[in-house]
């Protein structure tokens, strides 16, 4: 984390052994998302006039890139909560919760895709309505005329540059999607 974990209490006096136990769970945090930049945590005890028992209420602040997480709701009138300790331990589960969701849409947004792959056209059977491609690797990769993109099947010669996508077939490996190269423009440079 980039700053310390930041503890405050209201209503009941500051505890090492609890301050220590939130520090803790606050670095586990970082197993989930490492870029963690800051964490707030505010224990509270029920004020004087509460009637059902003592029901503690423990608010999570995370700071993460972009976002800001927060786990803090009134306590549900379970046991749980009546323990302070368990209460921390609740809240930071959800905020685990909120931390893994978080990094899933991060992730989801970040999510690089890897080109398609290029090859040629190694042998070409027209009246039979399917080919072969020769991949950069060396192996040859069936694909059918329906493969084709844009209607291309009857313009494809042998020695074609095609990109594809290559999926496991029952035969082995096959081309899903296949389209013609576009050939780059090239720059004469002046002899």
């Known amino acids: ?5 930041t503890i405050a209490y209201h209503h009941m006096r500051p505890s090492d052994a609890l301050s220590e136990m939130v520090r803790e769970k606050a670095g ?10 800051g964490c707030a945590v505010t224990l509270e005890a029920p004020g004087r006039h509460h009637r059902h028992g003592k029901h503690y209420r423990v608010r999570v602040e995370l700071q993460v890139p972009g976002e800001r997480l927060v786990v803090g709701r009134d306590p549900a009138k379970t046991r749980s909560h009546e323990d302070l300790y368990a209460a921390v ?3 930071f ?3 685990r919760r909120q931390l893994q969701d978080h990094v899933r849409r991060f992730d989801a947004r970040t999510k690089v ?3 398609p792959a ?3 056209v190694a042998r070409l059977f027209l009246d039979d ?3 072969f491609l020769a991949t950069s690797d060396g192996r040859e990769v069936y694909f059918n005329e329906k493969s084709v993109l844009e209607g291309a099947f009857r313009r494809l010669r042998v020695g074609s540059e095609v990109r594809f996508a290559e999926e496991s077939g029952e035969q082995g490996p096959q ?3 296949v389209a013609v190269a576009r050939r780059e423009r090239r720059i004469r440079s002046p002899a």
């Open 1 to 5: 984390m980039e700053t310390p974990v």
């Open 28 to 37: 586990r945090l970082e197993r989930y998302f490492d870029r963690i930049t």
């Open 89 to 91: 331990n609740a809240a």
């Open 93 to 95: 589960r959800e905020a």
């Open 113 to 115: 895709h890897a080109e």
């Open 118 to 120: 290029r090859g040629k």
């Open 129 to 131: 309505g399917y080919g």
């Open 175 to 177: 081309a899903s999607t």
